[in-house]
């Protein structure tokens, strides 16, 4: 325990590190500055711009201010592209329920209550618990990778092919359980993103997979394009129907309070604990925790809800929990990194480069070797949540404003930022006219009572699961049994095929009602 | 008297819904067709219109059912990819077409979403088709693709049956201004933004986009299109540093 | 400050990225973009890096990197292969790009020798023989003994067909006359870790991923494939210390042009390639990722198309087409 203060008081020491700024125009004044809490705010400012920014992702921007991290002391670096990557969770649900559309795969089932809030005038209420659940998120997961950092490591490396594979079945029957509508429908999305993530070369013979010779399809289709597709491309094109104007205005005009009434606070604060539980947790796990971790969050208060018929009509909990859960996930999957020196996503990668372009590369020691580097990190995650929710809170109401821009205005403007943001991402004009191909799928979609959050999960696990099945399967040399075997494994898939009894049952049983009631008419 | 109008009302529905399953058992073909005009003028690498005309043809109306008659006296010869498409797509889709004629929809748009949802499936069917099955005890590259295909052409059946089987809605009405025109500006912006640059593309989609409905106020939209294309032109190279020209080529050269 | 001028400059580079070509009495007249086909922070990018920031000093115009990542980098370099050839735009190759890829991919958009100038070899991460810290064999000797008993049980990891670790694996598999399950991964991050979980039993990696793990003793290295121990890791013998000198792989990284580039802008390219080589700073920074850095006599442009050659011949009958 005095282990943790002494640490922590050095974290907070490099965070709050005063030089004296002497700049040639106060003639001879100095100035005291902290260029970390500097760095904290540049990163936190960036990261909440990149995540309301539709298309624009994290790991495309990281990369692009890379370069510009090498001029700086490594530890004021890494605090600023921390800062943009937990500065993105926060933005990232502004899209989701403004305009309904998603800027990262974690804020998917944010839109689904988000925007339906939103459209009955609740917007800042919204945006508000968002922020506050992000925020109280944010706090119990630094506190953990303090307190925790180095024995939940193990978890990490708990998790083999097998256990991976469990756990992506479950993530995909969270996304049969978060429909609305039919469950056939939505087990048919999944299938249809599942086979849309199979596009581009596979990962074991390297053999290109339905990609017709384009080479920008040869890695795949990426998941902004799909997404900006199906909902922001879809939405505005649902929008400009005849007859959609009703209920525009309709919206613009029902605005109600800006932040959250006493009964939305009594109703998340249970929601947001169990979504950090969960996010903590899922968050350690490297490739797909953090996203699960949202869907996870969304399901579990669907499930344990008096009556689940709110979710997906503007239920808070339904944003309350999975930004809880995006936040502490994103928190906590810096642990394998700072304890194994193992970067468990692409955004964590670079910051690996950015360490070793200053000649540290992080391995399992860099705690006792670079304990100013992690400790400083950690305490400045801390300081940059408190900033992120003293920039959002107030931000809440210009977005709200925002709202009542007249629509003929609004949606060319996001066509322009969504074509841009997807542009930027790999700087393929092919990008952009794909994107717009799926905006015709997802208008398709929305007019056949489709869903397509099921879809984007399926895109994103997809791959995750076909590799590590396939993984699995070589290890085990193509023996089936060891996802039954392995205890973790099996627990996984224990629950997803609880959950899919619990879920199918009753609508089998409402079906049948329903046919039964036809037939005696 | 009543009765017999609303059937025959729903005969008219079901011999256009067939035509249009007539049709997209044929699309991918068609767009082949359409993309073969850009050989002429020497874009992109790939066949004439003519030789995708022929090959389409004789693939769809011989070589498709000799290679089905082949496959069933045994002979192993590799079919084309022509006949192929024609085998695992074309055909089962007219089967379908001819099916709907004699069916009663009681919900098109369970049933339509479904036919379309099991065309895709074997659009992807087909297209992983040339790729290695399983390998032993390891998974080829497309044995997932395959298992999802199938799977999800049994899916798609199953919503077209509830389709027949359970009252539902009607096809939703589709508008055509909206699509277009927010198509139109997104293809405009992919096509220019590596020649004309940030500047001229955002503005020009921007006006393009905003011909998607008859609300627009032209003075209004010009003033508000600029002071965006301003604002991006500031935000996204400089702010945020992402490597994008600002000008048209012509211009700076 | 130099944030805003680094932007200014990437944004002037792409507004220039077409003027006609430049006379080489003068070049450099602009700042130059230099395509690197991996992501920002891997060793290729981070070699560049350091290499370049000295070049722009001696060519007194900026150097920009622009990372472009996809298909194991050949979509960069095809791209760069079609790109100007004013001097304008150069890119980093390296083993996977300019080697590796000719038999791997038939239907290639590019071909390394007839579409590229060389400029000079830049720097070439060594590569180890990495295993699980329980792995029964002690040292290489017994590594190979009991790979080849058991080369139907072991498994190796790789991080992804065409990656260094893939192709160096295949170059030990073949010296070995062995084919052992391997193991694909999403780059190396998830197949080291793979690695110090235990779930799989050995890989072929480049030493900056692997120095920390190392030393932390939570895998264990048999041999480095360089003709040189490695100074940041002393006590990891050479493959011929170890008795396997006919396994040698370094993923090398070397500076090309788009073919038709002028000799006399080649020859300030190389000149300013090899003053940083020579440069102290330039040394002790691609020292401590553990790079090896060429000796004078390979460092010209011919020496570079040697190499390319030889690499090419090397690959060919290791690798098997993908597809």
Same mark, same amino acid.
């Given at each position: ?33 902290? %260029?970390? %809490? ?73 839109? %689904? ?193 008096? /009556? ?107 066509? %322009? ?13 092919? /990008? ?16 056949? /009572? ?28 193509? /023996? ?42 | ?253 | ?323």
């Amino acid at each position: 325990m005095l282990d943790l203060f002494h640490n922590l008081s050095l974290g907070f020491g490099v965070v709050f590190q005063v030089s004296w700024w002497s700049p040639w125009w106060l003639y001879g004044l100095s100035l005291p500055i902290s %260029i970390n %809490i500097l760095m904290c705010l540049i990163g936190a400012l960036v990261g909440t711009l990149v995540g309301v920014l539709p298309g624009i992702g994290t790991v495309a921007t990281v990369a692009m201010l890379l370069p510009i991290t090498f001029g700086l002391p490594p530890v004021g670096a890494l605090i600023m592209l921390a800062g943009i990557y937990y500065g993105a969770q926060y933005g990232g649900s502004t899209t989701s329920i403004l305009v309904n559309i998603p800027g990262e795969a974690t804020s998917v089932v944010t839109a %689904i209550d988000g925007h339906q809030m939103a459209r009955q005038g609740r917007a800042g209420p919204a945006l508000a618990i968002a922020a506050i659940g992000s925020f109280f998120a944010g706090c119990v997961a630094t506190v953990l990778i303090a307190v925790l950092g180095a024995p939940l490591t193990k978890l990490a490396l708990a998790f083999g092919p097998a256990e991976y594979f469990s756990l992506m079945v479950l993530g995909l029957i969270f996304a049969v359980v978060l429909a609305k509508g039919s469950v056939l429908k939505a087990i048919a999305m999944i299938v249809f993103g599942l086979l849309l993530s199979m596009v581009g070369s596979d990962i074991e013979t390297g053999a290109s997979r339905m990609a017709f010779n384009i080479p920008e399809l040869a890695d795949g289709l990426g998941f902004a394009t799909v997404a900006m597709g199906v909902f922001g491309f879809a939405e505005i094109i649902r929008n400009l129907d005849a007859g959609a104007e009703m209920n525009r205005d309709l919206v613009q005009q029902k605005i109600t309070g800006l932040m959250p009434t006493r009964k939305d606070l009594i109703d998340s604060t249970p929601a947001i604990l169990r979504g950090t539980v969960l996010g903590s947790i899922l968050g350690i796990l490297p490739g797909g925790g953090a996203v699960i971790a949202s869907f996870a969050a969304y399901t579990l208060e669907k499930k344990i809800a008096k /009556d689940p018929s709110r979710f997906g009509r503007g239920a808070i909990e339904g944003v309350a929990s999975p930004e809880s859960a995006n936040n502490a996930a994103a928190q906590t999957s810096f642990i394998p990194l700072l304890t194994l020196g193992i970067p468990p996503n692409a955004v964590m990668a670079l910051m690996v480069g950015a360490m070793t372009i200053h000649g540290i590369v992080p391995g399992p020691q860099v705690m006792q070797k670079q304990p100013e580097l992690v400790w400083g990190m950690i305490a400045s995650m801390w300081v940059g949540n408190l900033m992120l929710i003293i920039i959002n809170l107030p931000l809440v109401g210009i977005w709200v404003r925002l709202l009542r821009v007249p629509y003929r205005l609004m949606f060319p403007s996001i066509v %322009i930022f969504c074509a841009i943001g997807i542009y930027s991402v790999n700087n393929a004009p092919v /990008d952009v006219i794909l994107a717009g191909v799926f905006g015709l799928v997802g208008y398709w979609l929305i007019k056949h /009572d489709f869903e397509p959050a099921p879809l984007l999960l399926g895109m994103v696990l997809g791959p995750l699961m076909e590799e590590n099945l396939r993984r699995a399967l070589l290890i085990s040399r193509g /023996d089936w049994s060891v996802f039954l075997t392995r205890p973790l494994s099996a627990v996984l898939l224990g629950i997803a095929a609880f959950l899919l009894v619990l879920t199918v049952l009753p609508a089998l049983r409402a079906k049948r009602d329903e046919v039964f009631t036809e037939s005696e008419n | 008297m009543a009765d017999t109008m609303g059937h025959s009302a729903t005969a008219t529905r079901n011999t256009s819904v067939a035509i249009s399953f007539c049709l997209l058992a044929i699309a991918p073909q068609i767009f082949e067709f359409i993309w073969s005009f850009g050989t002429i003028f020497g874009w992109g690498a790939g066949r004439g219109p003519a030789t995708v005309v022929i090959s389409h043809a004789t693939a769809l109306l011989a070589g498709a059912p000799s290679a089905l008659i082949g496959a069933i006296g045994g002979d192993t010869k590799k079919a084309s990819s022509d006949v192929l498409l024609a085998l695992i797509y074309s055909y089962p889709l007219f089967a379908v077409a001819i099916l709907t004629l004699f069916m009663t929809i009681r919900s098109a748009q369970d049933y339509v979403g479904g036919i379309v949802l099991m065309a895709l499936a074997l659009f992807a069917l087909w297209a992983s088709s040339d790729l290695q099955g399983m390998r032993g005890f390891s998974f080829g590259a497309g044995t997932a693709p395959r298992m999802f295909g199938g799977l999800l052409v049994a899916l798609g059946a199953g919503i077209a049956l509830t389709g027949l089987l359970v009252d539902g809605p009607a096809m939703a009405h589709y508008s055509w201004r909206g699509p277009l025109f927010v198509m139109i500006s997104i293809v405009f912006f992919a096509l220019a933004i590596r020649p004309l640059g940030v500047v001229v593309t955002a503005f020009v989609s921007f006006l393009l986009a905003a011909m998607g409905t008859h609300e627009t106020r032209w003075v209004e939209a010009i003033i508000v299109g600029a002071c965006l294309t301003l604002g991006c032109a500031l935000l996204f190279p400089y702010v945020l540093g992402l490597p994008m020209p600002m000008f048209p080529r012509f211009l700076v050269q | 400050m130099t944030f805003i001028r680094a932007l200014a400059g990437a944004c002037l580079a792409s507004l220039c990225g077409f003027v006609a070509p430049a006379q080489a009495q003068t070049y450099p007249t602009r700042s130059i973009t230099m395509v690197v086909p991996f992501a920002a922070g891997g060793p290729t990018d981070v070699i560049s890096r350091i290499v370049t920031s000295h070049m722009a000093q001696t060519l007194g115009q900026s150097i920009i990197i622009e990372n472009v990542v996809g298909a194991g980098g050949t979509t960069a370099t095809a791209r760069a292969a079609r790109s100007t050839n004013d001097g304008y735009t150069l890119i980093t190759g390296h083993m996977g790009t300019h080697a590796a890829s000719v038999p791997l991919y038939p239907k290639l958009a590019y071909h390394p020798e007839k579409d590229f100038e060389p400029i000079a070899l830049l720097a070439g991460t060594p590569i180890l023989i990495l295993a699980r810290k329980d792995f029964p064999p002690k040292d290489l000797k017994e590594f190979v003994a009991y790979v080849k008993a058991n080369s139907e049980k072991v498994n190796a990891a790789h991080a992804g067909i065409g990656s260094v670790s893939h192709v160096s694996c295949e170059l030990l598999h073949s010296i070995l006359d062995i084919k052992p399950v391997g193991v694909p991964f999403n780059g190396t991050g998830p197949a080291m870790n793979a690695l110090v979980a235990g779930q799989v039993d050995y890989m072929c990696d480049q030493i900056v991923n692997a120095v920390p793990q190392i030393n932390a003793g939570t895998i264990k290295a048999y041999a480095i494939a360089t003709p040189e121990r490695n100074p940041s890791l002393p006590n990891v013998p050479t493959t011929a210390e170890a008795g396997l000198p006919a396994f040698q792989a370094q993923a090398w990284n070397a500076m090309f042009a788009p073919k038709g580039t002028s000799p006399a802008i080649i020859a300030i390219l190389n000149a300013a390639a090899i003053k940083a080589l020579d440069d102290e700073t330039v040394k002790k920074r691609l020292l401590e990722l553990g790079s090896v850095i060429p000796p004078p006599k390979d460092r010209t442009p011919e020496a570079l198309a040697t190499l390319v050659k030889n690499e090419i011949a090397k690959w060919s009958p290791v690798l098997k087409p993908a597809t």
